[in-house]
Protein backbone atom coordinates (compact mmCIF):
# COMPACT_ATOMS: atom_id res chain seq x y z
CA UNK A 1 0.00 0.00 0.00
CA UNK A 2 1.71 3.15 -0.60
CA UNK A 3 1.22 6.28 1.12
CA UNK A 4 -1.05 7.93 -0.52
CA UNK A 5 -3.60 4.62 -0.38
CA UNK A 6 -3.20 4.69 3.57
CA UNK A 7 -3.79 8.37 4.11
CA UNK A 8 -7.02 7.51 1.83
CA UNK A 9 -8.12 4.98 4.02
CA UNK A 10 -7.93 7.03 7.38
CA UNK A 11 -9.39 9.57 6.06
CA UNK A 12 -12.16 7.88 5.84
CA UNK A 13 -12.29 7.93 9.64
CA UNK A 14 -11.84 11.54 10.34
CA UNK A 15 -14.29 13.39 12.33
CA UNK A 16 -15.03 16.17 11.11
CA UNK A 17 -18.89 17.09 11.96
CA UNK A 18 -18.47 20.69 12.42
CA UNK A 19 -16.57 21.60 9.08
CA UNK A 20 -17.09 18.65 7.33
CA UNK A 21 -13.37 18.96 5.71
CA UNK A 22 -11.61 15.07 6.36
CA UNK A 23 -8.22 15.06 6.09
CA UNK A 24 -5.71 12.27 5.90
CA UNK A 25 -1.66 12.06 6.55
CA UNK A 26 0.58 8.95 6.16
CA UNK A 27 3.94 8.62 7.30
CA UNK A 28 6.68 6.78 7.04
CA UNK A 29 9.51 6.17 9.72
CA UNK A 30 12.81 5.60 9.76
CA UNK A 31 12.06 1.62 10.13
CA UNK A 32 10.00 1.59 7.11
CA UNK A 33 6.95 1.19 9.02
CA UNK A 34 3.67 3.34 8.37
CA UNK A 35 1.69 5.22 10.89
CA UNK A 36 -1.44 7.13 9.95
CA UNK A 37 -3.65 9.86 11.29
CA UNK A 38 -6.99 11.72 10.60
CA UNK A 39 -8.10 14.92 11.96
CA UNK A 40 -10.67 14.42 15.50
CA UNK A 41 -12.77 17.61 15.74
CA UNK A 42 -14.74 18.18 18.87
CA UNK A 43 -17.33 20.42 19.67
CA UNK A 44 -14.98 23.54 20.88
CA UNK A 45 -14.65 23.79 16.69
CA UNK A 46 -12.04 24.81 15.87
CA UNK A 47 -10.15 23.03 18.62
CA UNK A 48 -9.37 19.62 17.73
CA UNK A 49 -6.43 17.08 16.17
CA UNK A 50 -4.77 17.64 12.73
CA UNK A 51 -4.19 14.47 10.64
CA UNK A 52 -0.37 15.06 11.10
CA UNK A 53 -0.90 15.46 14.31
CA UNK A 54 -2.33 12.45 14.77
CA UNK A 55 0.39 10.30 12.64
CA UNK A 56 3.60 11.76 14.65
CA UNK A 57 1.68 10.91 17.74
CA UNK A 58 1.04 7.45 16.69
CA UNK A 59 4.56 7.04 15.53
CA UNK A 60 5.84 8.31 19.10
CA UNK A 61 3.75 6.12 20.61
CA UNK A 62 5.21 3.45 18.94
CA UNK A 63 9.36 4.55 20.35
CA UNK A 64 9.88 5.88 16.76
CA UNK A 65 11.68 9.45 16.06
CA UNK A 66 12.41 9.74 12.82
CA UNK A 67 9.81 10.81 9.47
CA UNK A 68 11.40 9.96 6.83
CA UNK A 69 8.47 11.05 4.13
CA UNK A 70 5.15 11.90 4.68
CA UNK A 71 1.60 12.46 2.92
CA UNK A 72 -1.39 14.13 3.60
CA UNK A 73 -4.59 13.75 1.79
CA UNK A 74 -7.91 16.27 1.50
CA UNK A 75 -10.64 16.19 -0.31
CA UNK A 76 -10.23 19.78 -2.04
CA UNK A 77 -9.44 21.61 -5.57
CA UNK A 78 -5.80 22.26 -4.81
CA UNK A 79 -3.49 20.05 -2.19
CA UNK A 80 -3.85 21.10 1.15
CA UNK A 81 -0.79 22.11 3.43
CA UNK A 82 -0.31 21.40 6.75
CA UNK A 83 -1.40 24.35 9.48
CA UNK A 84 1.71 26.58 11.01
CA UNK A 85 1.44 24.26 13.94
CA UNK A 86 1.97 21.04 12.11
CA UNK A 87 4.62 22.24 10.18
CA UNK A 88 6.57 22.33 13.33
CA UNK A 89 5.42 19.52 14.39
CA UNK A 90 6.96 18.06 11.00
CA UNK A 91 9.90 19.28 11.65
CA UNK A 92 10.41 18.35 15.18
CA UNK A 93 11.01 14.79 13.76
CA UNK A 94 11.57 15.00 10.05
CA UNK A 95 15.26 16.72 8.63
CA UNK A 96 15.10 19.22 6.25
CA UNK A 97 15.11 17.47 3.04
CA UNK A 98 12.38 15.30 3.55
CA UNK A 99 9.28 15.73 1.18
CA UNK A 100 6.13 16.33 2.23
CA UNK A 101 3.80 15.58 -0.42
CA UNK A 102 0.20 17.37 -0.02
CA UNK A 103 -2.42 15.31 -2.34
CA UNK A 104 -5.98 16.28 -2.88
CA UNK A 105 -8.20 13.22 -3.73
CA UNK A 106 -8.05 13.81 -7.71
CA UNK A 107 -4.37 13.14 -7.90
CA UNK A 108 -3.15 16.73 -7.62
CA UNK A 109 0.08 16.70 -5.76
CA UNK A 110 2.39 19.69 -4.24
CA UNK A 111 5.39 17.99 -3.01
CA UNK A 112 7.90 20.85 -0.73
CA UNK A 113 10.58 19.79 1.33
CA UNK A 114 10.12 20.80 4.96
CA UNK A 115 12.98 23.42 4.94
CA UNK A 116 10.52 25.38 2.49
CA UNK A 117 7.31 24.37 4.04
CA UNK A 118 8.75 25.70 8.00
CA UNK A 119 12.03 28.38 6.48
CA UNK A 120 13.55 29.39 9.74
CA UNK A 121 12.12 26.71 11.85
CA UNK A 122 12.61 27.21 16.16
CA UNK A 123 14.79 24.32 16.37
CA UNK A 124 16.92 22.60 19.60
CA UNK A 125 19.86 24.86 18.68
CA UNK A 126 17.36 28.14 19.79
CA UNK A 127 17.31 26.25 23.63
CA UNK A 128 21.10 26.76 23.95
CA UNK A 129 21.07 27.57 27.81
CA UNK A 130 24.20 29.68 27.26
Do not use: W
Amino acid sequence: MTLFEAACNVRENAYAPYSGFKVGAALRAASGHVYTGCNVENVAYPEGTCAEAGAIAAMVAAGEREITELVVVADSPTPVPPCGGCRQKIAEFAGPEVQVTMMALDGATQVLRVADLLPGAFGPGHMDSR
